[in-house]
């Protein structure tokens, strides 16, 4: 906070837990209201104090540049800590960092290409816009992907000349607060970006519904998602929702199989399915889904399930306890509403893991695409396969759900891919290749699953506001 680590102001302090071991890994301040009320201060300080707001955007861009050269030297530890406190395989955690540095060399680029226009008006008029900062930008993160996600937030908000601050998860905080010793090393004036990290339905509200702040980026459940609006409404705080998932990957029969087969398990069982874009509804047609669902069982069943820092696993435990408990709660409800248990379904207890929170990579088949595991997010290495009969049918499964975040279509004919992308209720599409996303790709759901829109250009003017002037020249 303010370009220096400082303790909480009541000294408390919250633990974060190995999920291999369920051991303690570190104690972290917890922030209370009055650490959030320092932190919106020393943002306000340093956006005041202009240094940061009315630096040359090139210097912006440049001092961003350098957080992302330092996120590349140190992206060993970097990796490692967060494979330790989030429990992901490493090589997912070294693909998360690779993925950061990347935002925050795009973001760096655009510092200097944030334009406002020139508008044609009557007489002898001259109108233009400027678009400015927003001012302090808040953003609240998920322990899914703590530095992926908070990055994907606070690069295009401080390229644009805003101040953060940063409210990371209390399951996974540690690789947020690095970030910030990150930017402090690169050059980043104090202030710009503080974290103040604690439980959230304590620091996280106290920040969502304070009135010091301009705007909020929330990534997380639609549940806590619809609070941090009710917060944010007080002050009319403007946000960003970027919410959950129950994303149908579309296996029609002309797909390549083996192509489709390895898109399906990448998109279900990456961080033990832990991703808003999980791939988790299967639709797969009717004439190829013996094939696909006797490759799958194959594939999952060979998947190696340990700790993330281990270098053999391929898939890691998941992030708590109770994660774990919701899981196997869905588990069961598939078991009970009559879904075929085509493998997995089981903690994982034997190889030593009996102390972590390892659930089996599970296959649910011959599931009715009204069932609760086919609608509600599970947020777990669990799929649910349901069969269609053509297009349409196909279509009106995949759009039959509250959210709107992902789809994958898997198909050699093209003009049908182009039909279904046209069709779904999905804010994002991809075609024979699941998941993929690129700093410069929009990424944001429809209907539940969010408001607005990360990466890509448009992130950028989302952290801007507009202002009109109008010069009459008579
Ligand atoms: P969560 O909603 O429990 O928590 C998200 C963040 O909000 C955390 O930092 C948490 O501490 C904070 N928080 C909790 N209660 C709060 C409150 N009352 N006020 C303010 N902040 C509060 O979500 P999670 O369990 O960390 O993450 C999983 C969810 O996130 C899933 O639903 C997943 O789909 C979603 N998610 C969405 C995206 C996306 O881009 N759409 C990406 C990752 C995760």
């Known amino acids: 906070m303010n370009g220096s680590w400082r303790e909480s102001s009541s000294g408390s302090t919250f633990t974060t837990y190995d999920p291999a071991t369920n051991e303690p890994l570190a104690e972290v301040a917890q922030s209370e209201p009055e650490d959030v009320d320092l932190a919106v201060e020393a943002a306000r300080g340093a956006l005041e104090h202009k240094k940061w707001r009315e630096l040359d955007p090139a210097k912006r861009g440049r001092i961003l540049f350098r957080i992302a050269s330092l996120i590349r030297e140190r992206s060993d530890d970097l990796a490692r800590l967060e494979s330790l406190d989030n429990g992901k395989p490493l090589r997912e955690a070294k693909g998360d960092v690779g993925y950061t540095a990347r935002t925050w060399e795009y973001f760096a680029g655009l510092a200097d290409k944030i334009e406002g ?23 609240i993160v998920p322990w899914n992907y703590p530095l992926v996600l908070g990055s994907r937030g606070i690069a295009p908000a401080l390229a644009a000349g805003n101040t953060a601050v940063v409210k990371p998860s209390s399951l996974a905080p540690l690789t947020n607060l690095k970030l910030a010793e990150i930017a402090h090393d690169a050059g980043l004036p104090k202030g710009v970006l503080n974290v103040v990290p604690g439980r959230g339905s304590e620091t996280g509200s106290y920040l969502a519904g304070h009135k010091g702040i301009d705007s909020i980026t929330f990534t997380g459940s639609v549940e806590t998602g619809r609070e941090v609006m009710k917060l944010a409404a007080q002050h009319i705080t403007p946000v960003t929702l970027e919410l959950g998932g129950k994303c149908p990957n579309i296996v029609l029969e002309d797909a390549d199989r083996a192509r489709a087969l390895r898109g399906v398990l990448r998109g279900i069982f990456t961080n033990a399915g832990q991703m808003c874009w999980a791939g988790s509804r299967l639709l797969v047609q009717e004439s190829v889904k013996d094939k696909l669902l006797r490759a799958l069982k194959k594939g999952t069943d060979s998947i190696i399930v340990g700790p993330g820092t281990s270098e053999k696993s391929h898939m890691g435990p998941l992030v708590s306890e109770q994660q774990v408990d919701s899981v196997m709660g869905y588990i069961k409800i598939g078991q009970d509403e009559g879904a075929e248990l085509l493998t997995g379904g089981e903690r994982v207890k034997d190889g030593g893991l009996a102390q972590g929170n390892f659930v089996q990579p599970t296959i649910f088949s011959e599931v009715d695409p009204g069932m609760t595991i086919a609608t509600e997010e599970i947020f777990g290495p669990v799929l649910s396969a349901i069969t269609f009969e053509d297009m349409e049918d196909a279509l009106e499964i995949a759009n ?12 050699r004919d093209i003009s049908r891919a182009h039909r279904l992308a046209a069709e779904l209720e999905s804010g994002v599409v991809s075609i ?3 998941p993929i996303t690129f700093p410069q790709t929009p990424f944001g759901g429809f209907k539940q699953s969010g408001i607005g ?11 801007c506001r507009v202002k009109n002037v109008n010069v009459n020249l008579l």
């Not at 039959?400 to 198909?411: N, Y």
């Not at 829109?453 to 952290?463: K, W």
């Open 117 to 139: 226009k020139t508008v044609p008006v009557p007489g002898l008029r001259f109108d233009y816009t400027r678009v400015e900062p927003l001012g302090i930008t808040v953003h």
């Open 400 to 411: 039959r759900t509250e959210f709107g975040l992902c789809a994958g279509v898997w198909t």
């Open 432 to 434: 024979n290749e699941y």
């Open 453 to 463: 829109r990360e990466q890509g250009l448009e992130a950028v003017y989302s952290y």
